[in-house]
């Protein structure tokens, strides 16, 4: 079933006065979520997520398709139809023409770039619940390890950033036509074992995701349905939810519930996540991939007013920390200041 059709009929069974007082407890914890509210928030949000529940309960679960186009697409029916809209999509074998795609491989990053630093952390901000520290790696000893069933995940890291000839291995041209933006781009640089995954988890910037290598399960809701998520109010850049989606949730039966789309994304193919969208990653196979990620402030605003605003007034780190561009968009850096302190 369409993705866009079946979700816009689902969003309509939440009553409006519901989600607003949903919104009022997320805004409470936001600015006053200090330990002596603790059981007044826990309480407060029991209550709206059993209304919650009891106004899909009878909805199946079902599972849902995105709209999937071969590399011939015109960038601009993308740019107005989908990326305005904030409406997934996938591009099967979009970037099998590209350099990138023709010259990468796991030892074309070692023997090039295999001392290019890499920091690991498992944090709550990406979606993880089993804390480590910072653990310093390199390129060349995540894709080594992945003979050994390492399971170290170089993930969001600034490589062609910092070294921008990878750039132009990427089809700069196609990707300035497809964004509704001039805002500057940046790339994260993604490589690890089969099995490393990234938890439930969303931005509010927009990603056109390049597969290079190897096969990654995407599984995505719709990004205003926020309220049946229910993710902690971490006051960071990415909003997370410790949900296994592949089990029956006890804690949370509203999501038992709600809609999925799952796409396996290969060699080559390219995906479209939009800003806020909640996604699930996992890596099926070894696999290399490129996030392209831009701000459109129109884009994060449509797609969830609600954490746009919140966005200004977040603390782990402050927004100036994640808008700091000059000095290039290393994610990791951000997050892991909060694992320092």
């Given amino acids: 079933m369409n993705y866009y059709n079946y979700y816009k009929r689902f969003k309509k069974l939440i009553p409006k006065k519901l989600i607003v007082e949903y919104n009022l407890r997320f805004i409470f914890e936001h600015f ?3 330990e002596v509210f603790r059981n007044l928030i826990n309480y407060w949000d029991k209550k709206i997520q059993k209304k919650i529940y009891n106004s899909i309960k009878h909805t199946k679960k079902i599972n849902l398709e995105i709209e999937e186009f071969n590399s011939n697409i015109d960038p601009k029916i993308l740019k107005e139809k989908y990326i305005k809209k904030g409406i997934p999509f996938v591009i099967r074998s979009g970037a099998k023409k590209w350099n990138s795609y023709l010259k990468w491989d796991f030892n074309f990053f070692k ?3 295999g001392n290019h630093p890499v920091l690991i ?3 709550p901000d990406l979606g993880d619940y089993k804390m480590t520290g910072v653990i310093n790696s390199n390129l060349k000893e995540i894709i080594e390890g992945i003979d050994q069933n390492s399971m170290k995940y170089a993930r969001f890291n600034p490589l062609l950033d910092t070294y921008k000839e990878l750039q132009d291995d990427l089809n700069q041209d196609w990707l300035d036509k497809v964004r509704n933006t001039k805002i500057k781009k940046h790339h994260a640089l993604f490589i690890g074992n089969k099995g490393t995954k990234t938890n439930i988890h969303n931005a509010g910037t927009d990603n056109l995701f390049v597969q290079i290598r190897g096969e990654k399960r995407w599984l995505i809701w719709d990004q205003k349905i926020y309220y049946i998520i229910n993710p902690e109010v971490n006051r960071a850049p990415a909003k997370v939810s410790n949900i296994n989606p592949d089990k029956f949730n006890d804690s949370n039966l ?3 519930h709600l809609p999925v ?3 396996i994304l290969k060699e080559g193919d390219i995906i479209f996540i939009p800003a ?3 996604h699930y990653v996992e890596n099926l196979t070894p696999s290399i991939g490129i996030g392209v990620r ?4 129109y884009n ?3 797609n969830n007013i609600l954490f746009a605003n919140l966005e200004l007034f977040n603390t782990s780190p402050f927004i100036f920390s994640t808008l700091n561009w000059r000095k290039g968009f290393d994610f990791n850096k951000i997050l892991t200041k909060n694992l320092k302190k």
């Fill in 121 to 123: 952390s498992n944090h």
């Fill in 276 to 278: 806020y969208l909640w």
């Fill in 261 to 263: 789309c799952e796409i």
């Fill in 254 to 256: 509203a999501f038992n």
């Fill in 294 to 297: 831009w701000l459109s402030f």
């Fill in 111 to 113: 023997e090039k770039y």
């Fill in 300 to 302: 994060s605003f449509r």
């Fill in 32 to 34: 006053v979520g200090f």
